[in-house]
């Protein structure tokens, strides 16, 4: 006696068409109670009285399901992900295989094959927690988000670093990567400089609270206090608006965190372990990321306006401080002197304003009336204790230079350890003395 194997949803066609040959049924009721259609029902009865219960067996048991992957494209993609692709997620992953490896394989495919290997796990999803959406801006260059990131860029292979970051809101593009010690006035400087020449000057800047772009313990002086970067974008008519919360600027937050798995797998993938070479990369990775990810914003219009030659960043992206002449025309400015040349009359500038400007490589400038004045350096008092944020500690650690003890000094004799090796320990109190007679 054969025997055959059915499924419960088979039984339950088999029971059916058993009481449709006795006229228990019509076509109809068991339409309804198989859930198919009549024209099915037909068809179904119709195997039934040709082969028995073996006509409503399916047909693909057994078989190879037709869209199976081959098991060489399976067995290369699993090495692959187990070696050069470590770590990577399953979307990133199908990305390389598919256009570095030439692998067929689908984003489903692959997360399956990690999930089964153990290579990924999904996550649980978050609570979901509402916030007020804010719609787009119509037209790029109205609203540049901008944040930075320290984090372990490189893995290991170089310094832990920060990644400055501009996004535009119209069109979620990548507008300005820059790999940095620090977040600083400087490091923001360089990387809107690189900006403002690329792309030209947007409207506004979108930032969070950080101390560059806000006073937050301002002075009880008249008049509104600016950061340095404040007063620059100021000149360069841009303006500054801070964020209340995180997710107000959601866009970059969100940017970043992608940034933090995509662009750290595609630095160790070409074996970039400096901020030299990863700034040199940052161009290249931001045309495919923008490729990919980048929206059509709702206005056609660009909203950035070009640098005029009153826009003199080598200036306006300085560190500046107003200082008061003396009447030997000397100026004081971070603990040095400086010692005003001049042909004019000593009284013409005698308690004359003027700016000091220090740019990135601390070179100063003193301009009075737009014009710079020559100078030669009079006195450099000693340098104090310098006061840093906790976020600028390792940066201030870096820049100490070690001293070298002198050729004289007698950790440069051995043979002053070795006497002090020989002399006894001094026994009872605190206090002991040698006798040397």
Not at 282 to 308: C, G, I, K, W, Y
């Amino acid at each position: 006696m054969e025997t055959i194997a059915m499924s419960s949803k088979e039984i339950s066609r088999l029971e059916v068409m058993q009481k449709l040959e006795e006229k228990r049924l019509s076509q109809k009721e068991a339409s309804a109670m198989l859930g198919v259609g009549v024209r099915q029902i037909k068809r179904l009865l119709k195997l039934y009285r040709q082969e028995g219960a073996k006509g409503l067996v399916s047909k693909h048991r057994g078989r190879k399901e037709n869209n199976r992957l081959d098991e060489k494209v399976l067995s290369k993609a699993l090495e692959l992900m187990k070696g050069k692709y470590k770590g990577f997620g399953p979307t990133l992953a199908q990305e390389k295989l598919v256009e570095k490896e030439k692998l067929n394989i689908s984003v489903e495919s692959v997360r399956q094959l990690m999930i089964g290997e153990g290579l990924w796990k999904a996550r649980k999803a978050k609570k979901a927690v509402v916030h007020q959406l804010r719609e787009r801006r119509a037209s790029v260059g109205e609203l540049v988000q901008i944040d930075g990131s320290p984090h372990a860029w490189f893995e290991g292979r170089g310094e832990p670093c920060v990644l400055l970051v501009f996004i535009d809101d119209a069109s979620g593009k990548l507008q300005q990567l820059h790999f940095a010690v620090n977040e600083s006035f400087f490091s923001y400087s360089e990387a809107a400089r690189s900006y403002f020449e690329q792309h030209g000057k947007p409207v506004a800047f979108y930032s969070d609270k950080h101390g560059i772009f806000r006073v937050n313990q301002p002075s009880t002086g008249a008049g509104e206090a600016l950061t340095q970067f404040g007063r620059a974008m100021q000149d360069l008519d841009i303006q500054i608006i801070c964020a209340n919360t995180p997710q107000a600027k959601g866009r970059v937050e969100r940017v970043i965190q992608t940034l933090q798995d995509r662009l750290v797998k595609e630095l160790r993938l070409r074996g970039k372990s400096t901020m030299t070479d990863g700034n040199a990369y940052l161009p290249e990775f931001m045309a495919d990321f923008n490729q990919r990810f980048a929206v059509e914003p709702r206005s056609s219009s660009n909203a950035h306006r070009a640098l005029t030659p009153k826009d003199d960043l080598n200036t306006i992206l300085t560190w500046q401080e107003t200082r008061t002449i003396s009447k030997n025309l000397t100026v004081q400015f971070e603990k040095v002197v400086y010692q005003i040349q001049t042909d004019r009359p000593s009284y013409a500038l005698r308690n004359a304003s003027v700016t000091m400007c220090v740019n990135a490589q601390q070179q100063v400038t003193i301009l009075y009336k737009g014009k710079s004045l020559p100078y030669e350096i009079f006195h450099q008092q000693t340098k104090q204790a310098e006061v840093v944020t906790a976020k600028d500690v390792d940066a201030a650690l870096k820049k100490r230079v070690p001293v070298k003890p002198a050729p004289d000094h007698p950790w440069r004799h051995a043979s002053t350890f070795k006497n002090r090796a020989n002399v006894p320990a001094p026994r009872g109190g605190d206090i002991s003395i040698l006798d040397n007679g």
